[in-house]
């Protein structure tokens, strides 16, 4: 398996936000971004069977090495993507099922 794409995981701010005085503005809770290599490829046909509707929404697997940071969203090749199910993992891989966002559809 090929790590050969590159993609940006958006991570949540482990810091609630918190309302400063001084500023008068809410600061913290933040995202931070981090761009790691990834393994994109389709859902496979046996698992879209056996897990159904739960992922009918799920177009894209992306497996990325070992991350234990709670991910918000991701980006591939600058195209959001939202996360359709919870993070599996298993043999030091981290897996995704994604889903495009689409802005503006009516």
Do not use: W
């Not at 949540?12 to 761009?35: A, R």
């Not at 056996?50 to 991701?74: F, I, Y």
């Amino acid at each position: 398996m090929r790590f050969d794409k590159r993609v940006t995981l958006i991570l949540k701010s482990k810091e609630k936000p918190y309302y400063d005085t001084e500023l008068g503005k809410m600061v913290g809770g933040g995202t931070t971004k981090k761009v790691v290599p990834a393994n994109i490829g389709p859902i496979s046909a046996k698992l879209q069977s056996l897990l159904g509707d739960k992922l009918k929404e799920a177009t894209t697997v992306v497996r990325v090495r070992n991350c234990k940071d709670k991910v918000d969203s991701l980006l591939i090749d600058g195209q959001p993507f939202s996360i359709v199910d919870n993070p599996k993992h298993a043999n030091r891989l981290t897996v995704f099922y994604v889903s495009e966002v689409n802005h503006g559809s009516s």
